[in-house]
């Protein structure tokens, strides 16, 4: 609680040794908190945090053995680089020859060198966030918490911090906690994803589960694009009966388009098919997206573009497929 503001809600995760962990959630839905409670920052108003069997709510964020990259990267600007990734090691009252050292070694380890001796001002984003990222290891913690660690890069230096992130932690086998809004950057980085909706977990699971068994309507639709078959005028299929309280759900690259009398494929009795008639298409490069109306429903279908592939325009008759036993159900 932050006075009256309860930021986080009836949090309760375990986390595994050496896993990287993603917190993931939109904006102000309690990821930052979350992060700080597990460092001691902010202290839980009830509840406990236990690390390697013993309670650490009451100890301090520096007293706990953590590597910490904050939100906003946080160098110490009117320190070297040398000089902010020696600052752990003479927290820890390591020696200065042996500091010397390990900076070395952890430059080099980072890529970076050859910036020993430039201020923080003088370097790049993604070389700050590469000098965060080496301070928070360099003291060899056994967990590494980061919020948003590549928050201010753009998407190409994004895709290649994610990849030296990943190395990172191939290496170091550090378990790690990350938070971030970011929902490619979760799907590659992480062992599991815990989706946070407004200071509550909403579902936690691997990448592949999250994204292919949603529980509920916001995960859906947070992780991707998914169509939501709401009071349709057909009957959605499905193996197992509808849990009370859901509805069906079926991700666009799971729907598959052709004319409207194309025979029918192998599988076609594991399959159900639906009438409808175009109403857009969007070309994106590698995928083409279609809207396709069936009776009152809207559904998006996205398929990849290959040669020889019939194209649909808007107006088009077209049948929809789709397997059975790719329908979900969502709560909502
Ligand atoms: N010190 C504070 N005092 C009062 N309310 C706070 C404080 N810090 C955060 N909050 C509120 O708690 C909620 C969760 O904030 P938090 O910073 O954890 O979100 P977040 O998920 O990290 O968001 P973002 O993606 O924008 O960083 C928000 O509604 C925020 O306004
Ligand atoms: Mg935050």
Not at 155 to 177: A, C, D, P, S, Y
Not at 190 to 207: A, N
Not at 282 to 304: N, T, W
Request: aromatic share 6%.
């Amino acid at each position: 609680m932050y006075g009256a503001v309860a930021a986080v809600k009836d949090l309760s995760l375990t986390v595994r040794r050496g896993e990287f962990l993603t917190i993931l959630g939109p904006s102000g839905s309690g990821k930052t908190t979350a992060l700080m409670l597990l460092a001691g920052f902010v202290p839980p108003t009830k509840g406990d945090i236990v690390i390697a069997g013993r309670s650490v709510a009451a100890v301090p964020a520096y007293r706990r053995d953590q590597g910490i990259v904050f939100q906003s990267y946080a160098l110490f600007p009117h320190l070297t680089v040398r000089r902010n990734l020696e600052f752990p090691l003479e927290m820890r009252g390591i020696k200065a020859a042996e500091r010397v050292t390990q900076v070395d070694r952890m430059l080099e380890r980072v890529h970076l060198g050859d910036f020993g001796d430039r201020m923080p001002s003088q370097l790049s984003g993604g070389q700050q966030q590469r000098v965060a990222l080496a301070r928070a290891l360099i003291a060899d913690p056994p967990i590494l918490l980061l919020d948003e660690p590549l928050g201010a890069l753009d998407r190409n230096l994004r895709e290649q911090m994610q990849v030296e992130l990943k190395n990172l932690h191939k290496e170091f086998g550090k378990t790690t906690i990350c938070v971030t809004h970011d929902q490619e950057e979760a799907l590659t980085l992480s062992d599991r994803i815990v989706v946070m909706r407004t200071g509550r977990i909403e579902q936690t699971d691997t990448p592949e589960a999250l994204y292919d068994r949603p529980t509920t309507r916001f995960v859906a639709t947070f992780l991707g694009e998914a169509n939501i078959i709401e009071n349709p005028d057909f009957k959605v299929e499905s193996n197992a009966a509808p849990p009370p309280g859901t509805v069906a759900m079926i991700r666009p690259e799971r729907i598959c388009v052709t004319g409207p009398a194309a025979p029918k494929r192998v599988d076609a009795d594991q399959r159900q098919s639906v009438q409808g008639a175009v109403s857009d298409m969007i070309y994106a490069g590698p995928q083409r997206k279609y809207h396709v109306r069936v009776g009152s429903s809207v559904l998006i279908v996205r398929e990849h573009v290959a040669s020889g592939q019939q194209i649909f325009r808007p107006g088009d008759d077209v049948r929809l497929d789709w397997l059975r036993s790719d329908v979900r159900f969502v709560t909502t």
